[in-house]
Structures are given as structure tokens and as C-alpha cells.
């Protein structure tokens, strides 16, 4: 089997795998905590200012890094995404290194709370500048000032790391902040997922950006890659559920798939100008459901070679 078949191949078996140890000698008939091995997380405050704390979780492999040391897969929403993307990697790239393909590092930036997600500083962090825009959003350009000056050199600090092959992933309101990330700083990572990305925020105001991108692609812009992934049924209301027409008209009002899908079809354009451009939507999920297939796409973007 070839290495992208073999990676391939791993990610559906991501759903039924589950490295976890316990915490402490465990006596028979007696639960204990579970843990997930080989990570850590630690807080850290934006520029040292209390009222912007985060989380950071890592997640490193069990074989040592080799001499360029790790890729890296950096993820939003580390609070609830943390666990899936780790396991993920430990499943996709156990079957990669196999075949030579080492392994990667997981960083999840997330908050200090104990919840899935914190909406109010997520709205706040990954939203892009823009006009008219909402009091609490439009803060993803000193979101990623903080990536970049604070987040990456500590995880170097902690990780011996392979510049040369970061990822970042980000979903809904993060897949928004991904895309602003891509066509305003295109020099931070050199792989981009973006899952079900909130393109419709704010009357579209990404596609301002996405519109500079592309009449003056940056040199860097063709040395990168992205993924966009949109579940066929975003928004749409479970099976068995009686018609919401408020529901139909935010689905239909977002259009998150045609959103997502006309994008890539627009950068896949620029060719060797810009960045090499794949699209995936997944049939039968939703805007909660497709997560983990996206993350498992991350992880299999984090490992090529």
C-alpha cells in the first residue's frame, strides 16, 4: 500500500481507537481516572494581559524527533477538539511511521475553563477587522500576533520542531480565522485547513481579503496549501425533526457549503500563483458531525511529507 493509501486508510479507524491510561494504581471493581499519555497543558495570558487568558495543550509522539525535529499541527478550539486530534495522530501517524513517515506534534489552543468552548472569547479571537462588525469580534489579527510571538516559541521552547512543515486547523468561527490567517499573513504556517468556515460572517467580509490575496498573491502563497471540508448537511435539521422555516432561512442565508466550495474553486485558479487548493465535503454531516473527519483530514495534511 502506498504511504497516502495507508494514510488513508487509518483515518477510519480513528473513531474505535483510544490510547488512553489510567491515573494511579487501579484496584479491580475500583474506576479511576483516564488519561491521554505523553501530553501537557499550560496557561499562558496575550501579552500578559489577565483578561486574555488561553490554554495551550501538546500532545507529542512516543519515537524521538528526528534531527528537523517534528511537524507541527496547531488547532482552535483546544478545549474540545484536543482529545479527537490526539488520538487521531496517534492512530494515523503510528500507520505513517511505519512506512517512514514520522509523526507530529499536537498543539490545541483553547481557554482556561472546563466547558467545550468559550463563545464569547472564540468570537473574539477568530473573527477578522471589519466594518460594522459586532462589539466583542474582530480580534484575529492580535490572536495570531499572539500565535506567532508567544505560543510558537514556547512550544519550541518545550519541543524540538520543523518550521518548515506547520499546519493550522480551525473550524466554524476558527475556519473563518484560518482563511484571515492564509490571506493576510500566508508566512505563518505553510499548510491551512479550513473546516466549515464561517465565510458568511459579517456579510462575507473575508472575501475583501481573499480579493487583495488574489490580485497580488504574496511570493509565499505558492509555496503553501489549503484544505477547505464542509459536511454536505450544515445546518440542516436532523432527520425525524419537524420543519423549522427559521432554521431553513439561517441554512439557507449562510450557504456554507457553496460558500466554502466557491472559494476554493476561486484560489485553485490562481494555480502555480497561489496555494495548492483541495475541497472536500463530507455526505451526511452536519456542522457538529463533520469535526472528526475534518480532523482526521488535519492530521493526514500535518504528515505528508
Known amino acids: 500500500m502506498t504511504r497516502r493509501g495507508?494514510?488513508?486508510?487509518?483515518?477510519?479507524t480513528v473513531a474505535g481507537a483510544a490510547d488512553l491510561m489510567p491515573c494511579?494504581?487501579?484496584?479491580?471493581?475500583?474506576?479511576?481516572?483516564v488519561t491521554l499519555p505523553r501530553t501537557v497543558q499550560w496557561d499562558m495570558t496575550a501579552g500578559g494581559d489577565p483578561d486574555r487568558p488561553h490554554r495551550i495543550f501538546a500532545a507529542w509522539p512516543e519515537t524521538p524527533p528526528p534531527p528537523e525535529g517534528w511537524p507541527v499541527l496547531y488547532?482552535?478550539?483546544?478545549n474540545s477538539i484536543f482529545g479527537t486530534a490526539t488520538e487521531a495522530m496517534r492512530v494515523i501517524g503510528g500507520h505513517g511511521a511505519a512506512v517512514g513517515i514520522p509523526p507530529a506534534l499536537v498543539i490545541a489552543i483553547g481557554y482556561p475553563i472546563e466547558t467545550a468552548f468559550d463563545q464569547?472569547?472564540?468570537?473574539?479571537?477568530?473573527?477578522?477587522?471589519?466594518?460594522?462588525a459586532p462589539s466583542g469580534t474582530g480580534g484575529a489579527d492580535a490572536f495570531l500576533d499572539f500565535i506567532e510571538t508567544e505560543v510558537k516559541p514556547e512550544v519550541e521552547r518545550r519541543f524540538r520542531v520543523d518550521r518548515s512543515r506547520q499546519t493550522l486547523f480551525?473550524?466554524?468561527y476558527g475556519g473563518l480565522f484560518v482563511l484571515h490567517a492564509l490571506f493576510t499573513r500566508c508566512v505563518a504556517f505553510q499548510r491551512y485547513v479550513a473546516a466549515s468556515p464561517s465565510i458568511w460572517w459579517q456579510d462575507?467580509?473575508?472575501?475583501?481579503?481573499?480579493?487583495?490575496?488574489?490580485?497580488?498573491p504574496p511570493p509565499a502563497a505558492a509555496t503553501r496549501s489549503l484544505l477547505v471540508t464542509v459536511g454536505e448537511s450544515e445546518l440542516q435539521a436532523p432527520p425525524g425533526e419537524p420543519p423549522d422555516p427559521a432554521r431553513e432561512e439561517r441554512r439557507r442565508k449562510a450557504r456554507?457549503?457553496?460558500?466554502?466550495?466557491?472559494?476554493?474553486?476561486r484560489l485553485a485558479a490562481l494555480g502555480r500563483h497561489g496555494p495548492a487548493v483541495s475541497f472536500v465535503s463530507f455526505?451526511?454531516?452536519n456542522h457538529g458531525s463533520v469535526i472528526p473527519a475534518a480532523i482526521s483530514r488535519a492530521v493526514a495534511v500535518a504528515l505528508r511529507r
Not at 75 to 78: E, I, N, R, Y
Not at 120 to 132: E, M
Not at 205 to 213: G, K
Open 75 to 78: 488547532l482552535l478550539d483546544g
Open 6 to 12: 495507508l494514510l488513508g486508510a487509518s483515518i477510519a
Open 120 to 132: 464569547p472569547r472564540r468570537a473574539r479571537d477568530y473573527t477578522p477587522p471589519a466594518a460594522g
Open 204 to 216: 462575507r467580509a473575508v472575501l475583501a481579503e481573499e480579493r487583495r490575496f488574489t490580485e497580488a
Open 170 to 172: 480551525g473550524h466554524s
Open 283 to 285: 455526505p451526511g454531516e
Open 24 to 33: 494511579g494504581p487501579a484496584v479491580a471493581g475500583e474506576p479511576v481516572a
Open 256 to 265: 456554507m457549503e457553496e460558500n466554502a466550495r466557491e472559494l476554493a474553486e
